[in-house]
């Protein structure tokens, strides 16, 4: 059983950043990949950013390049997330998950941009 707990979401003006975290339990292997996505109020679920667990090989979506890193630290089984550039746009639930013939999600964390 994999268990998933995000932290860092807040309350943050347009243009600042935020620094999201996902430490994950239970046994990961190198097939797996880690992702993170966004729901917004009345939207669908969307793809925001992955990393290989074995490789580090990132995969963003176009909407966040350049402005979002995605990161993993394997010691800590943690995954990071650094947005930078915030846009109410980007307000959202983020959901930590990881990827693999089973997904598991977390339970999010919400990110509020003021303008």
């Known amino acids: 059983q994999v268990h998933l707990v995000e932290s860092g979401g807040g309350l943050v003006q347009a243009g600042g950043s935020l620094r999201l975290s996902c430490v994950i339990s239970g046994v990961i292997f190198s097939g797996h990949t880690m992702g993170w996505f966004r729901q917004a109020p009345g939207k669908e679920r969307q793809f925001v950013a992955s990393i290989s667990w074995s490789s580090g090989s990132t995969y963003y979506a176009d909407s966040v390049k350049g402005r979002f890193t995605i990161s993993r630290d394997n010691a800590k089984n943690t995954v990071f997330l650094q947005m930078n550039s915030l846009k109410p746009e980007d307000a959202a639930v983020y959901y930590c998950?990881?990827?693999?013939?089973?997904?598991?999600w977390g339970q999010g964390t919400q990110v509020t941009i003021s303008s």
């Open positions: 998950a990881v990827l693999g013939p089973t997904n598991y």
